[in-house]
């Protein structure tokens, strides 16, 4: 579950911050551009644990054999669909009539898929198998909040 | 050395501006010296320099006894590169300052008007209400005794970096502005930024419901910081009175930068029908109409005049406090803000006149007349200036020249060239390939621009004496002057230029 959030929220980050690292080297020499790339990640890693925090608290108000069966997928197919919705969001500068229109179709699309994942055999599989390899990719993220927040700490020394 | 004549010149100069006699100084004698900077004011828009609208009394006042700078141009179009001349001394193709948020050439950091009035036995102080501007605070805090951060006295903030990543603040602040900025503009950390907002929202809806009768547009903001000019002012009064002698203070004022939300007496107070000259949309417009512009400069007119009359509340104070009689006040600005060929405010490639024209006025301690200067001056003569008023021998490293003697009195300038630059597109640490730039020398200006898709090796020329709008671009009518104004423009950069990092 960590890891699949971390994968997410980084996604996010690192998608963005290609925006702000060619800003970044035209005015920072390489331990600086080190240092804004690992703040960058340090706020990902707060964010990650903040979320999973949300995570837990929703995985205990839910019944323990719902959650064993389907939240890590649950989880999955949040994410996916929020970066998805978000991007979407942010492809309209003005961030009014899209905003509006993409909440009510990530609402209305994700609560019968979540809820048809018993029933659709095939998806779940698929969702797993991708939860498997992003899950992958969240661990990498994960360690480069570690190298991050020791350079943080570094820097902050 | 002065001649018999140019004594006599000044001689007289000194008595009729009012000026004290001065001998050498000793530690005790030594003035205090109080620069204020507010952000983005074009003298474009002030009465004093030509502008239409009475936008700036207190400032016209306070002009009756000081001297007045003509025609004098920051060397940047933003605060970044603005600031940084003002405080070094240096221009932007030197210090290095480029970007938003960018701090000088490391090894600079020691060559700065606090380190050297510091050096000299002052007492200084350092704020600047713009967070651009407070980068380079920071990067110079060394040798400021007195640093105040700007949340400080916000009414609401939500500051990450200076609270928490204190130590390495010049870094950490860019990449909080990254992944906190408001949801709206796509922060890194979409979540976080959220939540912070979130958590501030009630705050803000709290102060804008208390101010809402003093600034029924909102409180004036800055990089998520609610705040009012009057508490800044009211703190400067206060640390004007109780610094310790001398002292040399740089305060950098937010307004009147956007957004333009002046206290509830000045809106309206415009409504002139007033439309300023019509000009032909620029390569580089940003598709604002100018019904739009013309809305936006009055409500900038407004801005300023709410700046002017803070503005005018501090010097009656300190006039109150008799510190006009012992101290140097600087009025200046780091930059302009224009409102015409399709662009609004100052982030933009161009360097026209309402972007890079400044009001520059000294008043130097005890002076009680108005004298006017007309030569060109740059944003890089402050600190030789200053260094001169605190009585220090003039500096090798400056890139401007002292525009006032010890006791007030303007000195003879040299004939020179005076710079402007935009050079956001290069690196801090490589060559200038991509910008823009100015030469001003005598009445012509050269604009350069290079390394733009599109618009490259692209010149405009302007007579700025028959032709003030910058409307008639002579470029091709006189290809000799501009070909000389480029040399000499190329040879300044070069010298300052370097392919590699240093």
Known sequence: MLAITAFAIHSWTIFNM????????????????????????????????????????????????????????????????????ALAVFQDPTLTFRKQWLARVFVFTYFPLAGGLSLWPALKRGLAWLAERLSLLGWLYLGLDAAGLLIVIIRNL | MLTRREFLKVAAVTGLAGLPASGPLGMMDKPNILVLAFDALSARHIQLYGYPRATMPNLAR???????????????????????????????????????????????????????????????????????????????????????????????????????????????????????????????????????????????????????????????????????????????????????????????????????????????????????LAKPSHHFQEGRDQAFLDEKRTQYDEFITYADAEFGRLVDEMDAQGRLDDTWVIFTSDHGEMFERGIYRHITPTLYEPVVRSPLLVHAPGQSARQDVFAPTSGVDLLPTLAAAAGLPALAWAQGQPLLGPTGVPLMLTERPVFCMDYKGSAKFGPLRKGTSAILRGDHKLIYYSGYDGFDEIYELYDLAEDPEELNNLSEVRPELREDLHSELAEHRDAANFPSKP
């Open chain 1, 18 to 85: 290609l925006v702000d690292v060619p800003a970044w080297i035209l005015q920072m020499n390489l331990g600086e551009l080190t240092g804004a790339i690992s703040y960058s990640l340090v706020y990902a890693l707060a964010e990650t644990f903040l979320v999973m925090a949300g995570l837990l608290a929703i995985g205990f108000l839910i019944p323990a054999r719902v959650r064993k069966d389907n939240f890590l997928l649950w989880a999955t197919l949040f994410f996916l669909w929020a970066c998805g919705l």
């Open chain 2, 62 to 276: 306070f002009a009756g006894r000081s001297t007045v700078f003509h025609r004098h141009y920051s060397t940047g179009s933003f605060t970044t590169t603005g600031t940084a001349s003002l405080l070094t001394g240096l221009y932007p193709w030197s210090h290095r300052a480029l970007q938003p948020n960018a701090t000088v050439l490391d090894g600079l950091t020691g060559q700065n008007l606090f380190a050297l009035l510091a050096g000299a036995g002052y007492a200084t102080l350092g704020f600047s209400h713009n967070l651009l501007a407070n980068i380079l605070l920071y990067q110079f805090r060394g040798d400021i005794r007195e640093f105040m951060l700007p949340r400080q006295l916000a009414l609401v903030e939500n500051a990450v970096s200076d609270r928490i990543f204190w130590k390495d603040y010049g870094v950490a602040v860019r990449a909080e502005e990254a992944s906190l900025k408001p949801v709206g503009q796509r922060p890194n950390s979409l979540l976080l930024a959220g939540l912070l907002q979130f958590i501030q929202s009630a705050d803000e809806q709290r102060v804008l419901r208390q101010y809402r009768d003093q600034f029924p547009r909102g409180l004036p903001t800055n990089h998520g910081m609610l705040y009012r000019l009057e508490d800044y002012i009211d703190w400067t009064i206060q640390q004007v009175a109780s610094l310790p002698r001398p002292f040399m203070g740089y305060v950098h004022m937010m307004p009147p930068h956007d957004p333009y939300n002046p206290r509830k007496e000045f809106i309206g107070l415009f409504e002139d029908g007033y439309r300023p």
